[in-house]
C-alpha cells in the first residue's frame, strides 16, 4: 500500500519519526508535514498565500502550511499513484473529546476524508510532558490496524480518530470502538503587560477531568484501552458498518494475547 503520512507537530517532530520507522517495513510511505508545529490550528487552509515544500530527503517533505495543507500537497504529489490511506500523528498528546474540534491532527484525516481517501488520526495520550513517551506503541498500533485492513471499513466521509494509551505495548488492554466523550478545561485567559504597557492574554488553564461514561474515547483511554473513534463528516455510522468494525476490533484484540 502507499501511505501518506501527516502531522500538526511538524515534520521533525518523534511521532511522526515512529510512525515513519514502524511502517516503512512494510508499506510505501510518503510524509508532507508541516515544517513549523501547527498544533490546535483546526481544518485551516492557505488560500491567501502560496505554499512552498521542502524535500527534506527521498519521500519526506517539509510543508510551509497547515496539517490540511499538507494532505492537499500530498494527494498532488502522489497524483500518479494516490494514497491509499493518510495516517495523521503521531500526536503528542490527547485528541480525545472535544479536541477533535480544535485538532490539526484530525484536521489533516479529515482533508484525506474529503477526497475519498480513507484516514487514521493517531494521538499518543499522556498526562506530562515529562514522562517517557512510548510512540513506538502507538505506531505499532497503526501497524496492526493495517495489517487488519480497519481502513477498509471506513465509512465514506469519516475517519478513524484513535487515542493510544501512554504505555509499553505489552500492557495495553485491547481496543475499542467508542463514542466521543467531553473534556473539561478551566479555559482561562490571563492578561499580562508588556515591556512598552501594552496589554497582551495568553488562553490557558488546567485540564480538569472528563464526564464519566462507559461509551467514550476518555474512559476506554483511562481504562488502558486503544480507542477507536469513528468521526462522521456527513452522515452517522450505519448498523452494518459498525458491526463490520467490531469484527475488525475483535481480531484485532485475538492478537493481543500475549
Not at 500500500?1 to 516503512?24: C, R, S, T, W, Y
Not at 494516490?82 to 477533535?100: H, K, W
Amino acid at each position: 500500500m502507499n501511505l501518506l503520512l501527516a502531522n500538526d507537530d511538524g515534520v521533525i517532530a518523534p511521532g511522526i519519526k515512529a510512525l515513519h520507522q514502524e511502517l516503512k517495513k512494510k508499506f510505501n510511505l510518503t510524509i508532507v508535514a508541516p515544517l513549523e508545529e501547527r498544533s490546535t490550528t483546526g481544518h485551516s487552509l492557505s488560500l491567501d498565500k502560496p505554499l512552498r515544500l521542502e524535500n527534506l530527503e527521498p519521500g519526506v517533505y517539509g510543508c510551509s502550511g497547515f496539517p490540511a495543507d499538507c494532505v492537499l500537497m500530498g494527494i498532488h504529489l502522489l497524483k500518479d499513484q494516490r494514497p491509499d490511506v493518510v495516517i495523521s500523528g503521531i500526536n503528542r498528546g490527547a485528541n480525545l473529546g472535544q479536541d477533535l474540534y480544535y485538532s490539526g491532527t484530525i484536521a489533516a484525516a479529515r482533508e484525506a476524508a474529503f477526497h475519498g481517501i480513507p484516514a487514521f488520526a493517531v494521538s499518543l495520550v499522556f498526562n506530562s510532558l515529562m514522562a517517557q513517551h512510548h510512540y513506538e506503541t502507538a505506531a505499532k498500533v497503526i501497524g496492526l490496524c493495517l495489517e487488519a485492513q480497519l481502513h477498509l471499513q471506513i465509512p465514506r466521509l469519516s475517519l478513524l480518530n484513535i487515542n493510544v494509551p501512554n504505555v509499553e505495548f505489552s500492557k495495553l488492554k485491547g481496543f475499542k470502538l467508542t463514542k466521543v466523550g467531553f473534556r473539561r478545561y478551566s479555559e482561562e485567559v490571563h492578561a499580562r503587560i508588556d515591556t512598552r504597557d501594552r496589554n497582551y492574554y495568553w488562553i490557558a488553564g488546567q485540564y480538569l477531568g472528563f464526564d464519566q461514561n462507559p461509551d467514550t474515547d476518555c474512559q476506554a483511554v483511562d481504562d488502558g484501552f486503544v480507542s477507536l473513534t469513528p468521526h462522521f463528516l456527513v452522515d452517522g455510522i450505519s448498523h452494518k458498518s459498525e458491526l463490520e468494525l467490531n469484527q475488525v476490533i475483535e481480531r484485532l484484540n485475538a492478537k493481543m494475547a500475549f
